[in-house]
């Protein structure tokens, strides 16, 4: 079994302004459309069995149309191999309705970001949600690192997950972009070893500018020996594949995972065992 621990979809009208919008603001050019029927072609073509989608709730208005779109996606589940998260927004007041709701109609996690939300993960608004989540059983996936569009902002760098992870000890929670994106020298020293999963998404994968005359100004990608030192560090049993498509090509990610050099055992548990487990009945 293999399932894509980290993808992004938008509605099929808005798809190709939001995608298009992300690509200039970060110079990074999509391998997808953004769109739901795109990816679904993606997964048949590299025979992944589920997808999940993680939606971003930017401004707390978002949330009931986010959630209500997830509900959608997850009835369906079964056909499209498409299985949606929660978004929830630090400055939703009623956080714990909008997590025993999600809970309750068979969400089974939500993506924060606080890069995009503009709060520090250790802030106690996401403490709080971060907390309820794992009180109803639920998987939390979170930005983790500086971001590729504000590499400047230290919102959920390893030393803030540190402090969260401290504060509310989390039995759940999924760090993307292998604990945190361009500061993997922190993550090694801070988090690995933690009750954490990392996921694999933008970490390793090169990344294609859509202007190549414009340099990076940090060096943006794990080598792939590097990537493999800390995922055995971390321990295998704690990595999930993630693609984070459409910024990266599923099958290209695979492959690059199955060149690593992990033992079968191991290989097998990223691509799939892990997440099985982690989203536990599919």
Same mark, same amino acid.
């Given at each position: 079994?293999?399932?894509?621990?980290?993808?992004?979809?938008?509605?099929?009208?808005?798809?190709?302004?939001?995608?298009?919008?992300?690509?200039?603001?970060?110079?990074?050019?999509?391998?997808?459309?953004?769109?739901?029927?795109?990816?679904?072609?993606?997964?048949?073509?590299?025979?992944?069995?589920?997808?999940?989608?993680?939606?971003?709730?930017?401004?707390?208005?978002?949330?009931?149309?986010?959630?209500?779109?997830? #509900?959608?996606?997850?009835?369906?589940?079964?056909?499209?191999?498409?299985? =949606? &998260?929660?978004? %929830?927004? $630090?400055? +939703?007041?009623?956080?714990?309705?909008?997590?025993?709701?999600?809970?309750?109609?068979?969400?089974?996690?939500?993506?924060?970001?606080?890069?995009?939300?503009?709060?520090?993960?250790?802030?106690?608004?996401?403490?709080?949600?971060?907390?309820?989540?794992c009180e109803n059983g639920m998987i939390v996936v979170t930005h983790?690192?500086?971001?590729?569009?504000?590499?400047?902002?230290?919102?959920?760098?390893?030393?803030?997950?540190?402090?969260?992870?401290?504060?509310?000890?989390?039995?759940?929670?999924?760090?993307?972009?292998?604990?945190?994106?361009?500061?993997?020298?922190?993550?090694?020293? #801070?988090?690995?070893?933690?009750?954490?999963?990392?996921?694999?998404?933008? =970490? &390793?994968?090169? %990344?294609? $500018?859509? +202007?190549?005359?414009?340099?990076?100004?940090w060096k943006p990608q794990l080598t792939m020996s590097q990537f493999?030192?800390?995922?055995l560090s971390h321990g295998t049993d704690h990595i999930l594949f993630?693609?984070?498509?459409?910024?990266?090509?599923?099958?290209?990610?695979?492959?690059?995972?199955?060149?690593?050099?992990?033992?079968?055992?191991?290989?097998?548990?990223?691509?799939?065992?892990?997440?099985?487990?982690?989203?536990?009945?599919?």
């Amino acid at each position: 079994m293999i399932i894509d621990f980290h993808t992004h979809t938008f509605p099929e009208a808005i798809a190709e302004r939001a995608v298009t919008k992300l690509a200039n603001s970060s110079n990074m050019q999509n391998y997808l459309s953004g769109k739901t029927s795109d990816l679904q072609t993606s997964m048949q073509e590299t025979h992944i069995d589920y997808s999940i989608l993680l939606p971003v709730v930017t401004k707390p208005s978002q949330q009931e149309t986010v959630n209500k779109s997830a #509900l959608k996606i997850n009835d369906h589940y079964q056909e499209t191999g498409l299985i =949606s &998260f929660g978004g %929830i927004h $630090p400055d +939703n007041d009623h956080y714990r309705d909008i997590i025993r709701s999600l809970k309750g109609n068979g969400i089974r996690g939500i993506k924060i970001h606080p890069v995009f939300q503009e709060t520090y993960i250790d802030d106690i608004r996401f403490l709080r949600i971060i907390d309820c989540a794992c009180e109803n059983g639920m998987i939390v996936v979170t930005h983790a690192g500086f971001d590729i569009s504000y590499p400047g902002l230290d919102y959920v760098t390893p030393s803030h997950i540190l402090s969260a992870i401290e504060q509310v000890k989390p039995d759940k929670l999924v760090l993307a972009h292998m604990g945190g994106w361009n500061c993997w020298d922190e993550v090694k020293e #801070l988090l690995v070893g933690k009750n954490v999963w990392f996921d694999t998404s933008f =970490s &390793f994968y090169p %990344i294609r $500018p859509m +202007n190549a005359a414009i340099p990076y100004a940090w060096k943006p990608q794990l080598t792939m020996s590097q990537f493999k030192d800390l995922a055995l560090s971390h321990g295998t049993d704690h990595i999930l594949f993630g693609s984070d498509s459409p910024w990266t090509a599923q099958t290209e990610n695979i492959a690059l995972l199955q060149e690593c050099g992990f033992t079968d055992t191991s290989l097998k548990a990223i691509l799939g065992k892990n997440a099985a487990k982690l989203l536990g009945a599919l």
